[in-house]
């Protein structure tokens, strides 16, 4: 079978998690041997993947630990007796 | 891997033995995961905060019933996604949510943006807050059910069958969201990322 483009966009998500069968996987990376666009689409959206997953794209909000741990200490402290009955 | 789990077996058997200070040091690892999964659900990063900690809490007080068929990490994103959804319940209407629900069946377009001049972002480009926001933007923007299995999987690394285990789907549909939550952010920020990094002269590529 000779894949087409639209048909390597259907699988691109699972060709970048690996997760395509080998006779797939082969027809596939030999379309993107000669495909510009399917290799610039595949390309990009591994990188977008890259980025989005990066630490500092999503950061923390400042103070965010400490204040999830002062809650945390309050309600160890708090709950030392209740915990205890069980 | 399996040391850490080992060590993470026996910090929750203590814990639950009575050293609950030690939750402390279980939760650490876990902390930026809670909260993109509350994240991907509410709406604002100060409803996120509250509901993270929430959720934080919750599995303080749970740790007992957790069960090691299960791995941590899956336990904590079930309770994390439910505070979320909690959260959101509380704020906005019944009628919105069942729109939403019906999304799903909704055939989009789900076609990336083609291209042939494509360069490579580098990491260091994280350091431009424009960027930042831009990846921040995008991801925010994604319909709810796209975002949230895009979060477990692509932001917290989560695997297909954890990622339904916690949002309570069959690991098709997970495969199928994330494939479209995938497709739209490259649709969406391949504009933006060509104007960020313009093409070189002369460099065209012609294979991989």
Known sequence: MKLNCKHVWEHISEFIDGSVDAQLRAEIERHLEHCEICSAILDSTRNILILTADDRTFELPVGFSERLHERLKKEIEGSEPELKKK | ?208
């Open chain 2, 1 to 208: 891997m399996q040391a850490a789990a080992t060590k993470e077996a026996e910090l929750i058997r203590r814990i639950v033995a009575g050293e609950k200070e030690l939750f402390h040091e279980l939760i650490r690892p876990y902390e930026r995961m809670v909260y993109l999964t509350v994240l991907s659900i509410v709406k604002n990063e100060t409803d996120a905060e509250d509901a993270a900690q929430e959720a934080v809490i919750n599995a303080y007080r749970h740790l007992d019933s957790f069960r090691a068929e299960s791995k941590f990490s899956t336990w904590l994103t079930t309770i994390a996604i439910n505070e979320g959804r909690k959260r959101l319940r509380k704020a906005k209407s019944a009628a919105e949510e069942s729109l939403e629900e019906a999304a799903e069946e909704k055939e989009g377009d789900y076609t990336p943006a083609p291209l042939t001049d494509w360069r490579e972002i580098p990491l260091e480009a994280l350091e431009r807050r424009e960027l930042r926001e831009a990846l921040r933007r995008a991801v925010a923007s994604l319909p709810e059910i796209y975002k949230q299995v895009f979060t477990l999987r692509d932001l917290e690394n989560l695997n297909t069958e954890e990622t339904a285990e916690a949002l309570g789907l069959t690991a098709g549909v997970v495969k199928v969201r994330l494939h479209r939550a995938r497709i739209l952010l490259q649709k969406q920020l391949v504009p933006f990322l060509k104007t960020a990094a313009p093409a070189r002269k002369g460099l065209f590529r012609r294979a991989l």
